[in-house]
């Protein structure tokens, strides 16, 4: 049995600094630190190589981790974002056992732990979704298109990101299901909370029930600028969201030599346009950034 969750709610979440871990990434329960690995597949990371690490991670002011995937993915996809089979944890990491020791052992040394989930699309599998557990009928998908143009949300919400099969959260079996996973997935393990990918590629009112199955702190990945139409996701659909409108506003001030006065602008459009400012997410550095 895995621990409970130490927490769930946003409050809780205010004060932790997370560090986020690849898990395939980070180290090898064997120990074995030779760089021969080709980043294009996986390099060996596992569970059992975040557990042993624990107190580096402390060391350096983090109470909070935030972790890859979990299902099976298709092939090489170390990164844990072309799930295969929702039922199975990913071999290449550990085994169920190896994911609540890892958990248990985070919050004896109180560290939270929040699991990053995709339940927009699946491994790239084109058309053939046979392949997919449980999602292996074509109904499950939405109809065959590309995101072309990000300012049309509706083609961001129905077409694929990346040709990535996109999930039809419509769907009674898929919507069902998918929150079923979450549930389960939250308390057979004990996360304590969730890092939501892809978040504006999915309706906000899936969302809003996605997170009630959670249970815990939800905060979403919205790659865009706009910070009304980010802020919009704010109580509508998850508990918070990550920063990137202040990023974006970083990456102009002091990689573009912009007006410092652009932060100030940017903090009091903030201020108006999210429910609360002091639980998003803001970041350094992350996978994609």
């Not at 072309?82 to 190896?98: K, Q, R, S």
């Amino acid at each position: 049995m895995a621990a409970p969750a130490l927490a769930g709610s946003a409050s809780e979440w205010k004060s932790r600094s997370i560090y986020q871990i690849i898990t395939d990434r980070f180290w090898r329960d064997d120990d074995s630190t030779e760089n021969n690995c080709d980043l294009h597949t996986y390099c060996g990371g596992t569970w059992k190589g975040i557990e042993k690490n624990l107190d580096y991670i402390t060391g350096m002011g983090f109470d909070a981790i935030w972790i890859s995937p979990i299902p099976e993915n298709l092939g090489n996809d170390y990164h844990g974002y072309a799930a295969l089979n929702w039922f199975n944890v990913n071999p290449h990491f550990g085994t169920e056992d190896d994911l609540k020791d890892l958990v248990s052992a985070c919050h004896d040394k109180g560290v939270w732990v929040m699991l990053d989930v995709v339940a927009n699309h699946v491994a790239p599998v084109d058309l053939d979704f046979s392949q997919i557990v449980p999602f292996n009928d074509p109904d499950h998908y939405h109809s065959k298109c590309d995101i072309n143009n990000w300012n049309d949300y509706n083609e961001v919400e129905y077409c694929r990101l990346s040709n990535l099969p996109d999930l039809n959260q419509d769907n009674q079996f898929v919507r069902d299901t998918l929150k079923q996973w979450v549930s389960d997935t939250v308390s057979t393990y004990g996360f304590d909370g969730l890092r939501v990918d892809t978040t504006p590629e999915v309706k906000r009112e899936f969302w809003k029930e996605y997170a009630e199955a959670a249970g815990v702190f939800t905060i979403g990945e919205i790659f865009n600028s706009n910070v009304d139409y980010v802020a919009s996701y704010q109580g509508q659909a998850l508990d918070a969201t990550l920063n990137y409108p202040f990023y974006w506003n970083l990456q102009s001030v002091f990689g573009d030599h912009g007006s410092m006065y652009g932060i100030r602008s940017l903090i009091a459009a903030e201020l108006s346009s999210f429910p609360d400012t002091s639980v998003l997410g803001l970041f350094i550095d992350n996978h994609d950034n």
